[in-house]
């Protein structure tokens, strides 16, 4: 049970090792706000970062959860591009429980993502990451591979037909919007 003092919850929360999904983009549609990243990450919290609405965008989850952050603390330099991306890479290799994924090295699934960071809108790259975080979003992913295997390649998943794929997924998210619709 929840006690009264939010620190003790935290402290709680790292004691047993509990990671903490945070997933930003769809927090602020419904109004809720992680407050905070930093401080979460501060306590030794493992943070990790999800998406369980659409577009699945870890790019926008990662620039908003970065800015939302910032809100929440208040402060510009909080929520760094950094350690957004870590929760989004290590922080759920780690609430996985799963060493061999999150990085690239010997041992690891050799999952790669390749953004473009080459398109005029993306802007002059400062750091990479911070340049991928606040200035791209998914379809800036160009290529994908999972455990060395390219699902994606030059912004085309093979043998996906994706005018059938989007016909077949109309009917299910109409039956699930009407679900909510009071």
């Given at each position: 049970?929840?006690?009264?003092?939010?620190?003790?919850d935290?402290?709680r929360l790292r004691?047993?090792?509990?990671?903490?999904?945070?997933?930003?983009?769809?927090?602020i549609?419904?109004?809720?706000?992680?407050?905070?990243?930093?401080r979460?990450?501060?306590?030794g919290?493992?943070?990790?970062l999800?998406?369980d609405?659409?577009?699945?965008?870890?790019?926008?989850?990662?620039?908003?959860?970065?800015?939302?952050?910032?809100?929440?603390?208040?402060?510009?330099?909080?929520s760094?591009?950094?350690?957004?991306?870590?929760a989004a890479?290590?922080?759920?290799?780690?609430?996985l429980?799963?060493?061999?994924?999150?990085?690239?090295?010997?041992?690891?699934?050799?999952d790669i993502?390749?953004?473009?960071l080459?398109a005029?809108?993306?802007?002059?790259?400062d750091?990479?990451i911070?340049?991928?975080?606040?200035?791209?979003n998914?379809?800036?992913?160009?290529?994908v591979i999972?455990n060395g295997?390219t699902?994606?390649?030059?912004?085309?998943?093979?043998?996906?037909?994706?005018?059938a794929?989007?016909?077949?997924?109309?009917?299910?998210?109409?039956?699930y919007?009407?679900?909510?619709?009071?």
């Amino acid at each position: 049970a929840a006690s009264d003092d939010p620190e003790h919850d935290l402290r709680r929360l790292r004691d047993t090792h509990t990671s903490v999904i945070h997933c930003p983009l769809i927090s602020i549609r419904h109004g809720e706000i992680l407050d905070s990243f930093d401080r979460y990450r501060r306590l030794g919290i493992n943070l990790a970062l999800g998406t369980d609405t659409f577009p699945p965008d870890m790019i926008r989850v990662m620039d908003y959860g970065s800015n939302l952050g910032k809100c929440a603390a208040g402060d510009q330099s909080a929520s760094s591009a950094a350690d957004l991306f870590r929760a989004a890479t290590l922080g759920g290799a780690r609430a996985l429980g799963r060493d061999d994924l999150g990085r690239l090295a010997p041992g690891a699934k050799a999952d790669i993502t390749v953004v473009d960071l080459g398109a005029l809108r993306s802007g002059p790259v400062d750091d990479p990451i911070r340049t991928m975080l606040y200035n791209t979003n998914g379809g800036n992913v160009r290529t994908v591979i999972i455990n060395g295997r390219t699902v994606m390649d030059d912004w085309r998943i093979p043998g996906v037909d994706e005018a059938a794929l989007r016909e077949h997924a109309q009917p299910y998210f109409e039956t699930y919007k009407r679900a909510y619709i009071v």
